[in-house]
């Protein structure tokens, strides 16, 4: 008996261990996919999936609800402004602007070119391109505002930017992953797939940088089309090796783990 109390003890502080250096997003079910109930604090994660699967709200729902929480997040968009990202997640009943007021969310918007050029241009100075642009940083982070959350929306939008530049956008994403690892923060990345993926992002590149990638699904079954969510692959974070269904709702994303989800009809 005090064999199996010791046990139990034993397995209680390995899971309040595990809990303290994960980031619980706060989507209904979704942390629940992993053992020790989160992902894995400093850990750079690709959103992938096609059109329809909800990466975006995905990303922008654990935002929201971390800053609910105290935290610090910053979105950063290449594609959307800000004022349509505000009113994206206005929809779902979401009340940013005081998180945007008192400087617990930052939502920026960047046009790819402005990066690639500053990075790849016409630099002023000495030295090649690719050496002076070690020395500028991916993103500008405000000074004295440290995120626990960096959201790039999305990663696909530089890789067509830069479509004629595949050495330059290896250079950058090498940078990216660097930067976001001496940061601390925990990065979502966001990437365009086929409805089905064979991979994971445009370039391939990406999913080798990653930490982690969890991959959005929207099925066509029969006559209606399901939404489902898989881990692929998580650093550190033990969690389940299936696909779970996924609603998109008048609320935001919530995921059912006890729910698998096959891929055909």
Known sequence: MDGNNTQINENIEIGNDRKEGVLKTEIRGFDELFSGGGIPKGNSVLVAGGPGTGKSIFCRQICFNLVSKGKKCMYVSFEESKDRIIKSMEKFGWDI?????????????????????????????????????????????????????????????????????????????????????????????????????????????EEFLADGIIVLYNFQKENFRENAIEILKMRDGKHQKRIVLMEITNEGVIVHPERSISTTN
């Not at 925990?186 to 391939?204: H, N, Q, V, Y």
């Open 97 to 205: 602007h005081r998180f945007i007021e008192n400087g617990d969310l930052l939502i920026q918007k960047i046009n790819p070119l402005d990066i690639l050029r500053m990075k790849f241009g016409s630099i002023g100075g000495s030295g090649s391109a690719t050496e002076l642009s070690y020395k500028i940083k991916p993103l500008v982070i405000p000074k004295d505002f440290q995120p626990d959350v960096i959201a790039v929306d999305s990663l696909s939008a530089i890789i067509e930017a830069s479509v004629t530049k595949d050495k330059n956008y290896r250079i950058y994403l090498q940078q990216l992953f660097s930067f976001f690892e001496e940061t601390g923060a925990t990065s979502f990345l966001i990437t365009e797939t086929d409805p089905i993926p064979s991979r994971f992002s445009e370039s391939g590149i």
